[in-house]
């Protein structure tokens, strides 16, 4: 398909368990982006990619957090040691027009028993 | 934290009936984005305006942008049941990397 392709749809994992989310930007956008999105709230920011580039990190909760797109197409974002606070769908966005008109997946729906 | 805040949280109205949500935000901004998530989905880019312009028009949309007061609205006109969904503002910070979004607006629009 032509849209941005997230995986695993739905993850459950125990707590202390380590997991990885996938994204597939669309084919040639430069820009990719992860936000958290929690029950009843909107995005909240994590990390942005501009190729390979991690340009910025700032919205990573912590260092159990980690992201990288090392060809400067598909993204892995890891989560290590995952707390129940993790719980929340994550999302990944690219554009070819840095922030301007986000293409979303549908994300990632983490549980963390 | 989140740099926009919709208001109203919520709004119910019939349809064919019209809908105004409101976003203000904290920053300077280069331009600002709506966005629309239907339940269990991704978000969707309904239109930008940038800091330069006052309002623009796409289709039923209709949205303002008052730099003074560092807020904006999205009016949706003759609304339709397929048009219940959650509306979000999204703003990229003046010199940051990053698009930071609101909280939402859940519209539902009865048949």
């Known amino acids: 398909g032509a849209g941005v392709s997230q995986s695993p749809r739905y993850k459950v994992a125990k707590r202390g368990q380590d997991v990885a989310l996938r994204c597939d930007p669309i084919?040639?956008?430069?820009?990719l982006f992860w936000y958290q999105q929690a029950l009843g709230q909107g995005p909240e920011f994590l990390t942005y990619f501009q190729n390979e580039a991690q340009l910025d990190k700032s919205g990573l909760p912590s260092d159990r957090f980690f992201a990288e797109r090392p060809e400067g197409s598909v993204s892995t974002l890891k989560i290590q040691r995952t707390q129940q606070e993790d719980s929340a769908v994550y999302l990944c966005a690219s554009s070819s027009t840095g922030y301007e008109k986000l293409f979303f997946g549908s994300g990632t729906q983490l549980s963390v028993l | 934290s989140q740099q926009g805040e919709e208001d109203p949280q919520a709004l119910s109205i019939q349809e064919g009936e019209n809908a105004t949500m409101n976003c203000s935000y904290k920053?300077?901004?280069?331009?600002l984005q709506w966005y629309r998530q239907n339940s269990g989905r991704g978000l969707v880019h309904l239109i930008l305006i940038r800091s330069n312009e006052r309002e623009k028009h796409s289709g039923r949309l209709r949205v303002t942008l008052d730099t003074s007061k560092k807020s904006s609205s999205l009016l949706i006109t003759a609304s339709r049941a397929a048009d219940t969904a959650s509306y979000f503002c999204?703003?990229?910070?003046?010199?940051?990397?990053?698009?930071?979004f609101g909280a939402g607006t859940i519209l539902r629009v009865k048949s």
């Open positions: 920053t300077s901004i280069n331009n």
């Open positions: 999204a703003t990229d910070v003046e010199y940051g990397n990053k698009l930071v």
């Open positions: 084919s040639g956008h430069v820009s």
